[in-house]
């Protein structure tokens, strides 16, 4: 791998967790999300127009994919809700490649080397010891709504990768099922805010600026894994972007002043290091 697409990587790990820490801090999150999922919706649009309709086999995915995307939303948002970034974030992205592999093994019959279980226990170790800090810095138990909805989203992460994946091996090629999926995810998800929030949510406010934003981030950083995994493996490139959850735990600890210290990065750099075993493995 080429110090350019490490560097792209890494930006798209960075440009990952900037995006979900302007979630966390929008007075109104729920409305946050709406706007970047319809940023994401706006920014797909065009290209709807240089690729193909998706076949009905291929449809049958995506509809299965709306309703895990939205799903995943709504509990990231309840998530930011009830926990420190620095807590939700590592979690719910560490759980999902572990929750994949073990479904791998127990349900698909998949045989796996030994690094990927010490992966999984590594991902579990850095688990605890984010689960069971003390909140905000302050010595205040745990929400355990947030652990809970972290471990939703986990569960949908891990479930729509799976959809994903089979999705864009049906589809005519990867790119058009990713068009179509960021057009339809992020209409879908904007009606449904609006549906929650009614005509408050299409008044002029800084959600609508901040998810603008945070939309652009979500799909620069997605183009920039996709180009980087033509350019190198797929491996590398996977296990390498999933250092955004150490990203998380910084900005957690130095710009969104939650108190989470260095314990908190010592921990997201354990779930980074046994996800990075596991995406190896892939």
């Known amino acids: 791998m080429t110090l350019t697409v490490t560097l792209a990587v890494l930006l798209s790990a960075l440009l990952h967790a900037s995006w979900n820490a302007l979630v966390k801090n929008g007075a109104d999150r729920l409305m946050t999300m709406g706007w ?9 649009l065009p290209l709807l127009f240089f690729v193909p309709l998706p076949s009905g086999d291929v449809w049958k995915i995506l509809i299965l994919s709306f309703v895990l995307h939205a799903g995943y939303k709504l509990f990231l948002v309840k998530c930011y809700e009830h926990g420190d970034f620095g807590q939700v974030y590592p979690l719910s992205r560490g759980l999902a490649p572990a929750i994949v592999t073990i479904v791998g093994v127990f349900w698909l019959g998949e045989i796996l080397p030994t690094e990927a279980f010490i992966g999984i226990a590594l991902i579990a170790l850095g688990i605890v010891s984010l689960a069971f800090r003390r909140t905000n810095g302050a010595g205040l138990p745990n929400d355990p709504r947030a652990l809970a909805y972290a471990l939703g989203t986990s569960l949908f992460i891990a ?51 901040i998810g603008a934003a945070g939309g652009v981030m979500s799909v620069v950083a997605y183009w920039l894994v996709i180009w980087a995994m033509t350019l190198a493996p797929l491996g590398p490139v996977a296990a ?10 910084l900005i957690s600890g130095f710009l969104m002043k939650e108190g989470l210290g260095w314990r908190a990065v010592a921990a997201a750099c354990v779930v980074a290091a046994g996800v990075v075993l596991l995406k190896v493995q892939m």
């Open 36 to 44: 970047l999922a319809g940023a994401t919706g706006l920014v797909a």
């Open 159 to 209: 479930a729509y990768t799976l959809n994903d994946g089979v999705g864009g091996r049906v589809a005519e090629s990867p790119h058009v099922y990713v068009i179509w999926l960021f057009f339809f995810d992020g209409l879908i998800f904007f009606l449904i805010v609006l549906w929650r929030r009614g005509r408050a949510f299409l008044v002029p406010q800084r959600a609508m600026a």
């Open 240 to 249: 390498l972007r999933e250092t955004s959850v150490v990203f998380a735990a």
